[in-house]
């Protein structure tokens, strides 16, 4: 997973290429679309510039190239944890939460931060910070469904963009960790 305008570092394995598909902007929310890179100057570029700039691309799933896209949230509204926590998302009549646990350490005496997932009674921890949460990232970038499954997948920023999908969970969990951006 890498986000146009990442830099490629040497070894990265990330060259120019075809076979990229990206979450981006359309007409009905958002949608898949297929995308070619090329590297410029030590950063991935979209070959041909596209008006509506993905949030990340993939390479290796292209199942979910022609799955369409059901958005319940995204940046646009407040995904940042530090000012709205918990967020409440609903989905498809189901209700949903994301919530950072032990936000304000030096409140709550020290120790971890996590940031967990919620549906249902089932509680997942998606990331930990060891030293708590302080002036690191932790923000609700896209949630909805993205391969056909009707249940709610999301695209994290908690130091590194991670997309969670409920179709990648093992047993016990809600969502699965699919990837995690590459490059800065």
């Known amino acids: 997973m890498i986000q146009p305008g990442s830099v490629v570092r040497q070894g990265m394995g990330l060259g120019s290429g075809i076979g990229w598909i990206g979450l981006a902007p359309s007409r009905d929310g958002f949608a898949w679309m297929g995308y070619r890179t090329?590297?410029?100057?030590?950063?991935?570029?979209?070959?041909t510039p596209a008006v509506d700039v993905p949030l990340f691309l993939l390479r290796g799933l292209p199942q979910l190239a022609g799955k369409a896209v059901h958005t319940c949230f995204d940046r646009s509204e407040t995904g940042s944890l530090h000012e709205q926590n918990p967020i409440l998302l609903t989905c498809e009549a189901r209700a949903y939460r994301v919530e950072v646990t032990n936000a304000n350490r030096?409140?709550?005496?020290?120790?971890?931060?996590?940031?967990?997932?919620s549906y249902g009674g089932r509680t997942q921890t998606l990331y930990?910070?060891?030293?708590?949460?302080?002036?690191q990232r932790a923000e609700v970038v896209w949630a909805g469904d993205l391969d056909g499954d009707d249940k709610l997948d999301l695209l994290v920023d908690h130091g590194s963009l991670t997309l969670y999908m409920s179709s990648w969970a093992v047993a016990g969990q809600l969502v699965g960790r699919v990837a995690a951006a590459r490059g800065n």
């Open 38 to 47: 090329v590297v410029k100057d030590g950063r991935i570029e979209l070959e």
């Open 106 to 117: 030096k409140l709550a005496g020290g120790g971890a931060s996590l940031l967990q997932f």
């Open 128 to 135: 930990r910070w060891a030293a708590g949460l302080v002036d």
